[in-house]
Nanobody, 124 residues
């Protein structure tokens, strides 16, 4: 299993970014996937999750601003981030695990596989 994130960068408050996670070695239909982020000095937190049947979940802090989606044909997970705030700054990771192993989409220890992360900085 391999996960490779891309799409991070520096953006002004109110701006948008789309993160991608290219996946290989497993089927999107049998795995749950989530996006996590980690800010300096803070614990890693779940941002959004999507399961094998495309049910989505979001942290309260990003509801209405972020959208998680997946392209099954191309084995790619996305996170569309709009109305970005400085508090959204951090390293963003995608994570994957067989759906039956995932107790909660936002619980980091539920996930077996992680990407290397991509930096998102929201600043003027």
């Amino acid at each position: 299993v391999q996960l490779v994130e891309s799409g991070g960068g520096l953006v002004q408050p109110g701006g948008s970014l789309r993160l991608s996670c290219a996946a290989s070695g497993f089927s999107f239909r049998t795995y749950s996937m989530s996006w996590f982020r980690q800010a300096p000095g803070k614990v890693r937190e779940g941002v959004a999750g999507i399961d094998g049947v495309s049910t989505t979940r979001y942290a309260d802090s990003v509801k209405g601003r972020f959208t998680i989606s997946k392209d099954v044909a191309n084995n790619t997970l996305y996170l569309q981030m709009n109305s970005l705030e400085p508090e959204d700054t951090g390293i963003y990771y995608c994570a994957a695990a067989p759906w039956q192993n995932v107790r909660s989409w936002s619980l980091a220890r539920s996930f077996d596989y992680w990407g290397q992360g991509t930096q998102v900085t929201v600043s003027s």
